[in-house]
Nanobody, 124 residues
Framework: QVQLVESGGGLVQPGGSLRLSCAAS????????MGWFRQAPGKDRHFVAT????????FYADSVRGRFTISRDNGKKTTYLQMTNLNPEDTAIYYC?????????????????WGQGTQVTVSS
């Protein structure tokens, strides 16, 4: 079992930056792939970024590649999403999720554990 708590969301102007954190508890965390997903109002939850169990492999959605960076510190049981050059289309609730295995995945169905989400709003 893994419990996840996101933090770091907020209101930011276009072009600004934010860093989201996802603190995990539970014995399986160090071996689990982690993912970030987001859900805008009235839309489905979409993949943003994923990182493998020891952090050697990452993958990003086309819409964020080059602007967002996912990383993890297994000693602190924390996963991060550094977001730069934000635009209004990035406005959403951002969720972190822990995967079934160590392999990174963009498939929402590969993630049985989810946090409550943190709101990111990009507006002037």
């Amino acid at each position: 079992q893994v419990q996840l708590v996101e933090s770091g969301g907020g209101l930011v102007q276009p072009g600004g930056s934010l860093r989201l954190s996802c603190a995990a508890s539970g014995r399986s965390y160090p071996g689990s792939a982690m993912g970030w997903f987001r859900q805008a109002p009235g839309k489905d939850r979409h993949f943003v970024a994923t990182i493998s169990g020891i952090g050697e492999d990452t993958f990003y959605a086309d819409s964020v590649r080059g602007r967002f960076t996912i990383s993890r510190d297994n000693g602190k049981k924390t996963t991060y999403l550094q977001m730069t050059n934000l635009n209004p289309e990035d406005t959403a609730i951002y969720y972190c999720a822990a995967g079934r295995t160590w392999a990174r995945s963009s498939n929402v169905n590969d993630y049985p554990y989810w946090g409550q989400g943190t709101q990111v709003t990009v507006s002037s």
